[in-house]
């Protein structure tokens, strides 16, 4: 079963992440903030990382690049789920490594369709 | 009787001043209200919805499908509480700002220096939505 680590300061939200991804046939594992989300994917390997961008202690961009700089993440789908949808922030995220933008609320079959699609 | 009336009109400053404050921390205390009700709501709706889609799930029948989209459309619906929780953090964020703008107004003299009074911190809201449509998907 692959694995995705999903990271979001609103628990709401991350529920209805995990549920939509379990369903779909995913291990979900989760996260309250980019350090959490950091340390959990140091410990394990997970195919693909869905992370918010506004969280405390640290924010998603700043998850990506941190992502990226360990050799295991180098070619990891990290997609940014979040309420930030300006075409500079867009660009910040492309420029620092992330796979995709999605922008809340989600809806579910679309979001599956783009998991599906990414993680090949 | 010119420093009277500069006295009365500092003097009605001042309340309008205070009235600023009482208004603008009542406001705070009803955000938080209103986000403690959001986060019960979220809590309750979540559960029910996961307690119906499994029992329509074990049945197996022709609604299966029917359920699934209205299941989809709560997941879409239910992500409410995190927009509204950043529009609150962010509307607490502008009170501070008109709370710390209030106090200058109240106790720095209005012959200071700029320096004292600073410049009030740009606010980018984090939510643009007026809705809960779906929102956009790009590849990079």
New interface residues.
């Given amino acids: 079963m692959q694995s995705i680590l999903a990271v979001?300061d609103?628990a709401?939200?991350r529920?209805?992440v995990a549920?939509?991804l379990k369903a779909a046939g995913f291990n979900v594992l989760e996260a309250a903030d980019g350090q959490e989300g950091l340390e959990k994917a140091r410990g394990q390997n997970v195919n693909l990382v869905l992370t918010d961008q506004?969280m405390p202690r640290m924010d998603g961009l700043s998850l990506v690049r941190n992502l990226r700089g360990l050799a295991q993440y180098k070619h990891v789908p990290i997609l940014i789920l979040t309420?930030?949808?300006s075409d500079a922030m867009?660009a910040q995220?492309?420029a620092a490594g992330?796979?995709?933008?999605?922008?809340?609320?989600?809806?579910?079959?679309?979001l599956v369709d783009?998991v599906r699609?990414?993680i090949g | 009787m010119h420093t009277n009336a500069s006295e009365n009109a500092r003097e009605a400053a001042q309340v309008w001043a205070n009235a600023c404050h009482a208004q603008l921390s009542e406001a705070e205390c009803d955000m938080h209200r209103l986000e403690t009700l959001i986060t019960q709501t979220a809590q309750t709706l979540s559960a029910s919805f996961q307690t119906i889609e499994k029992r329509w799930k074990d049945r197996k029948d022709e609604g299966e499908m029917l359920v699934d989209e209205e299941v989809g459309r709560a997941v879409t619906a239910l992500q409410f509480h995190d927009l509204a929780t950043q529009l609150l953090g962010h509307a607490r964020k502008r009170i501070a700002v008109a709370e710390e703008g209030l106090k200058k107004l109240t106790v720095l003299p209005l012959t200071g220096s700029a320096a004292e009074w600073g410049v009030p911190p740009e606010l980018v809201a984090p939510v643009g939505h007026a809705n809960l449509e779906t929102g956009t998907v790009e590849l990079f």
């Fill in positions: 979001d609103s709401s939200m529920q209805m549920f939509t506004n309420t930030e949808s867009k995220g492309k992330a796979t995709g933008w999605l922008v809340k609320p989600f809806d579910p079959n679309r783009v699609k990414v």
